[in-house]
């Protein structure tokens, strides 16, 4: 199932996917939206940058979407080859991957031992 990352569908208990897959009687292939990881993504490189600020008023976002039309959008670099990004997204990757495994296991019964 493809979905946005909200709360109102990903809950692990009321959620929108956990309730139709009790409606189904079955666990379905959890899809998020690529647009929306994407955002959490870059939420992490803005939350390295600019620690103090947060929100979606942010002055350099909000300046940002004015000039996106001035941006030459055929020369730019991929934020990945920063290895402090990498090491980031790297870090909320797994602990994302860990969560979900854990939610799984303890919806199961069962307890996760991981060790890195």
Known sequence: MCFDTTPL???HKGGVCAVLE???GKQ???FACRY???ELIL??????YWPEINGPDMPTLKRFQRKWQEIDQT?????LKDKLICQVLKN???NFVL???KVAFHLKGLRLKYQE
């Not at 020369?75 to 934020?79: A, H, L």
Request: proline share 0%; hydrophobic share 45%; glycine share 6%.
């Open 43 to 48: 939420r992490a490189v803005v939350e390295i």
């Open 28 to 30: 379905l292939l959890h």
């Open 92 to 94: 909320v990757i797994l």
């Open 36 to 38: 929306h990881v994407y």
């Open 99 to 101: 969560h979900r495994l």
């Open 22 to 24: 009790k409606k189904l």
């Open 9 to 11: 569908n990903t809950g």
């Open 75 to 79: 020369d730019y670099d991929v934020g």
